[in-house]
């Protein structure tokens, strides 16, 4: 087994085979720091909506974060959305492989 020290994924299983290339977001400690930066940037975006001067259209607009709740509930609601149509677009996985007869012929 290699060691722990060089490939961080081996004990679980995950990240490259021994003697692959080991790439930056093979290190779980990478990852985390892009986590860490997203939800730091978000915090900083949140601070800032206080002290900006917004030239609303609709009284709304005006609302804390309203543009970043708005895109929120946006995303859920397209996620939703698309849970609900893949049950209506789905096929079998045999959908254009189904055999008509015994002798292996597909339909036509």
Same mark, same amino acid.
């Given at each position: 087994? %290699?060691d722990?020290?060089?490939?961080?994924?081996d004990?679980?299983?995950h990240?490259?085979?021994?003697? /692959?290339?080991n790439y930056?977001?093979d290190?779980?400690?990478n $990852?985390d720091l @892009?986590?860490y930066a997203l #939800?730091?940037a *978000?915090?900083?975006? !949140? $601070? #800032?909506? &206080?002290? $900006? /001067?917004k030239?609303?259209? &609709?009284? @709304? /607009? /005006?609302w $804390?974060n !309203?543009y970043? !709740?708005y895109? &929120? @509930?946006? *995303?859920v609601f397209?996620?939703? #959305?698309a849970?609900?149509?893949?049950?209506?677009?789905?096929?079998d996985e045999?959908?254009?492989?189904?055999? %008509?007869?015994?002798d292996?012929?597909?339909q036509q």
């Amino acid at each position: 087994m %290699s060691d722990p020290q060089n490939n961080p994924h081996d004990e679980h299983g995950h990240g490259p085979r021994p003697g /692959e290339k080991n790439y930056w977001l093979d290190n779980p400690k990478n $990852v985390d720091l @892009i986590w860490y930066a997203l #939800a730091g940037a *978000c915090f900083l975006l !949140f $601070v #800032a909506d &206080f002290f $900006v /001067e917004k030239h609303p259209h &609709f009284p @709304i /607009e /005006e609302w $804390v974060n !309203f543009y970043g !709740f708005y895109g &929120f @509930i946006g *995303c859920v609601f397209l996620v939703l #959305a698309a849970a609900q149509l893949r049950k209506v677009l789905m096929r079998d996985e045999d959908y254009y492989e189904r055999k %008509s007869d015994e002798d292996g012929k597909g339909q036509q």
